[in-house]
């Protein structure tokens, strides 16, 4: 099966720009998610995303997040208006829900909010 | 809300030695995952324990599930250097989220 890709792997933006991040490849028999992790600290969930629609968000995924299916592929994470404490990692992670159990994680994007 | 949480938070143990890192959690599940993560590195999967009383070896590595209990262990045998790293359980919620434990991060000294 194929691997979870994301680009960019590190980004570096002036506080309010707005980010987008990606995850390839992308297929419609799977979920998708958006993780977050704070250099240190615990790995939280910010979305999954199954058939074109938000499955659930947490609290943190609030008005500045949004997740789209730009092209029928790529898999994007928006950030609006960035604020310092963005700064994180940021992992898409893909998983079938029946069959292959597995929950494969893409190598992250670093990003950097100065 | 699912809580999943691990202990101990920090490990610190000579090569050679024999130790076990738990995973408890709140609610039932239909999955558990093992995570092994190397500083500034991405999730890389160890284990999936799918029903109650799997159990999964793979090297010095040995994870298993108590479904009755909510509890996961992850044990580790005649620690080598090489498996210093943070190691995270997670639990699956339907399929719709899957909730991660704080992290315990093992250092294994010479």
């Known amino acids: 099966e194929p691997e979870v890709t994301q680009t960019p792997s590190h980004q570096v933006t002036q506080m309010g720009q707005e980010v987008i991040l990606r995850c390839v490849p992308i297929?419609?028999?799977?979920?998708f998610y958006w993780y977050r992790q704070i250099l240190g600290q615990k790995v939280e969930f910010l979305v999954s995303?199954?058939?074109?629609?938000?499955?659930?968000k947490s609290e943190i995924f609030d008005d500045q997040f949004s997740v789209e299916r730009p092209d029928g592929s790529n898999f994007t994470l928006k950030i609006r208006s960035t604020k310092l404490e963005d700064s994180a990692m940021y992992f898409c992670a893909r998983l079938t829900p029946t069959g292959s159990t597995e929950a494969f994680f893409g190598q992250g994007t670093r990003l950097t909010v100065v | 809300e699912l809580k999943v949480e691990q202990n101990p938070l920090f490990l610190s143990m000579q090569e050679g030695k024999n130790y076990t890192i738990y995973c408890n959690y709140s609610t039932t599940s239909d999955r558990l995952y093992w995570y092994r993560q190397d500083p500034g590195k991405s999730l890389e999967s160890l284990f999936v324990?799918?029903?109650?009383?799997a159990v999964k070896q793979e090297g010095r590595l040995m994870a298993s599930l108590d479904t009755k209990a909510r509890l996961s262990t992850l044990h580790i045998t005649a620690a080598v250097h090489d498996l210093s790293a943070t190691y995270f359980c997670?639990?699956?919620?339907?399929?719709?989220?899957?909730?991660f434990g704080q992290g315990t991060r093992l250092t294994i000294n010479p």
């Open positions: 997670a639990v699956l919620r339907g399929a719709q989220k899957l909730v």
């Open positions: 995303f199954y058939n074109n629609e938000i499955s659930e």
């Open positions: 324990l799918l029903s109650n009383g």
């Open positions: 297929s419609n028999h799977l979920y």
